[in-house]
């Protein structure tokens, strides 16, 4: 089954976020696979965004994701990376549609309270980079069936 690194970034924890966001994606049909509220290490973070390296916003956006604790995710479910993406809303919230996460509490690109993976390649990455095989439960829920 598919699987999507999922993130509630520092202002997300910060707007006690984490239990709605949490909830959107059990509502929706997904199955978490692994939690946990860390701080993240400016190594990892830059590791994390190594594709924006070279972008003007590469600093903020390195500092504002280390600057408070965040909640790492992994949701589990048939096309889970492209359906929580669309669950997230644009990158840009003034673009994203309410309805959305982003569209529903975000203003300003720079704290767009989500992260999620864009593609397997991303997930499987930002999986390993986050979660040890430890930390992630394998099993089955009941309702899987009904999904
Ligand atoms: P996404 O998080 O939707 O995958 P991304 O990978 O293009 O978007 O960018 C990573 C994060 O960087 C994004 O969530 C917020 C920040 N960011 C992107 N574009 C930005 C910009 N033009 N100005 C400031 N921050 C930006
Ligand atoms: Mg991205």
Known sequence: MEKSFIMVKPDGVQRNLVGEIVQRFEKKGFTLAAGKLMTI??????????EHKDKPFFENLVSFITSGPVFAMIWEGEDVIKTARKMMGATNPAEAEPGTIRGDYAVQVSMNVIHGSDSSESAQREINLFFNEKEQVDYQKTMTDWV
């Open 41 to 50: 290490p400016r190594e990892l973070a830059e590791e994390h965004y190594g």
